[in-house]
Nanobody, 121 residues
């Protein structure tokens, strides 16, 4: 089994900052990509940022220059530093990890439980 646990959500005023963390644990051989999606009520999940095992990153245009994704491979943890937050960033944020549970095994995506970010104007 693989568990993915998020932390760090909450309420912040516009212009403020938050840092999300997401830690994977359990039966893990390796983790490929990790990343974050957001979901607003009644809408599909949207990509926020991704990071490969080698550290290459990709961001949605709406967050470029404001959000930074990083990871600590030794801790199987991915982070999302969110600066200059805007009310339109309000959503539930979900992290994911693409995990191989054994050498040359299948890679499956595991999701965190989601954390609410609310940005007030």
């Amino acid at each position: 089994q693989v568990q993915v646990v998020e932390s760090g959500g909450g309420f912040v005023q516009a212009g403020g900052s938050l840092k999300l963390s997401c830690a994977a644990s359990g039966s893990i051989f390796s983790i490929n990509a990790m990343g974050w999606y957001l979901q607003e009520p009644g809408k599909q999940r949207e990509l926020v940022a991704t990071i490969t095992s080698g550290g290459s990153t990709n961001y949605a245009d709406s967050v470029k220059g404001r959000f930074t994704i990083s990871r600590d491979n030794a801790k199987n943890t991915v982070y999302l530093q969110m600066n200059s937050l805007k009310p339109e960033d309000t959503a539930v944020y979900y992290c994911y990890c693409d995990v191989a549970r054994q050498y040359r095994g299948a890679v499956n995506r595991y999701w965190g439980q989601g954390t609410q970010i609310t940005v007030s104007s």
